[in-house]
């Protein structure tokens, strides 16, 4: 039906993976979030969830990231139109923005694909959990406390009051990242 592969054995309208569960059992290539096709199956069931305009659902593609990913304008747009010319979705003109709508051939699409489907968005939300663990504003004030630490500690010989307050400074510290 898209014709992005010159071998036809399982294809399907997403792409060869479509009767396997999941391309290459969890392989990307480096530097991508999806798989090849697996976009248009987050649009589609992130669509059959709710009617959404392109913004909410590239919002939604991030949120379900938990912000390890935010797919770009230029690749959720074309994206759309495909699914709209493919007949899985339908697009409504509201106020100058388009709101799309999952047809009963999308859902079909969306229940043949069910397993590949519930595998990517899986695959987000362990991204969304290893993204808290690195998140950008933990690693800033891990990084800010180092400096602060090595500062203090290469500069100058410490007195037994400021070696209690530095220690009293980083157990509080230590409970209230065990109490978050």
Not at 50 to 63: D, M, N, Q, T, W
Not at 67 to 86: F, H
Not at 108 to 129: D, T
């Amino acid at each position: 039906m898209f014709g992005f592969h010159r071998h036809t054995h399982h294809r399907g309208p997403f792409g060869h993976h479509g009767r396997h569960g999941g391309a290459h059992h969890g392989w990307r290539r480096p530097g991508r979030f999806f798989d090849h096709g697996d976009l248009r199956f987050v649009l589609l069931k992130l669509i059959a969830e709710s009617p959404r305009h392109g913004y909410e659902l590239i919002k939604a593609v991030e949120e379900n990231a938990g912000g390890a990913y935010t797919p770009s304008p230029g690749v959720v747009y074309p994206t759309l139109t495909l699914l709209e010319e493919t007949g899985l979705v339908t697009a409504e003109a509201e106020g100058g923005k388009k709101r799309y709508s999952i047809t009963p051939e999308g859902e079909a699409q969306l229940a043949a694909n069910e397993g590949q489907v519930a595998g990517i968005f899986e695959r987000m939300a362990q991204a969304a959990q290893a993204s808290a663990m690195f998140s950008p504003q933990i690693l800033r004030a891990r990084e800010n406390l180092k400096t602060a630490l090595k500062l203090k500690l290469t500069g100058q010989s410490l007195t037994k009051e400021q070696i209690a307050s530095i220690c009293d400074a980083l157990d509080a510290a230590a409970a209230a990242v065990e109490r978050a």
